[in-house]
């Protein structure tokens, strides 16, 4: 699955170029778990000028915009239609989650831009706590241009060796991906422990 989206990533960057990047960008923001680190280091690497390296992070950050307002937009419906009791998820944890978001949703959404995995998926829990669309947009700007600008300027500092950044991201994504398993684990045990 990770190799397919990266060679399809790859593809669409080395045939489409600007657009391809924008397009790849919009996808991995709006939930298919595209790899940026693929898509920016390879797009600064096809720029070879400072002008093209610019219009390639700019491409990045509005691929990264539409896509996290498209899944702002699908997390908003759902956090609108209100809590339906589940199994898994009673009312008073929604309500908690919807006031942690509430009080420290700038730093999560800005934090979670330039963190593997969360980068992804952080778009829907700011639309379900119905955080203000003006204040999503400016934190998701911001950590959007730092990630793209520093993937695509590495890219185009290592030239042909574009790809010695993706051992190192692989390990970043390990790290990440356990630290959200763990996080689970904890909630799932608390959880239970509540309920005893």
Request: charged share 10%; glycine share 12%; hydrophobic share 50%.
């Amino acid at each position: 699955m990770v190799l397919t989206l990266s060679t399809f990533s790859t593809d669409l960057v080395s045939r489409y170029g600007v657009i391809g990047v924008a397009l790849a960008m919009t996808l991995e923001s709006a939930g298919i778990p595209i790899p940026s680190e693929v898509v920016m280091p390879l797009a600064g690497f096809v720029s070879r000028s400072p002008a093209g390296l610019a219009t390639m992070i700019a491409a990045g950050l509005a691929g990264n915009l539409v896509g996290s307002w498209i899944g702002y937009g699908i997390g908003h419906g759902v956090g609108q239609s209100g809590h339906k009791p589940r199994a898994w998820l009673a009312k008073r944890h929604w309500e908690k989650a919807q006031q942690w978001f509430a009080q420290h949703g700038n730093a999560a959404v800005l934090i979670g831009r330039v963190v593997p995995v969360i980068r992804t998926y952080i778009s829907f829990p700011a639309g379900a706590a119905d955080m203000p669309l003006g204040r999503f947009t400016a934190y998701t700007a911001l950590g959007s241009v730092l990630w793209s600008a520093a993937l695509a300027s590495l890219g185009y500092a290592l030239g042909t060796r574009w790809q010695d950044i993706g051992p190192w991201f692989t390990r970043y994504t390990a790290i990440t991906l356990t630290l959200v398993v763990v996080a689970g684990l904890v909630w799932v045990w608390r959880y239970r422990r509540s309920r005893a």
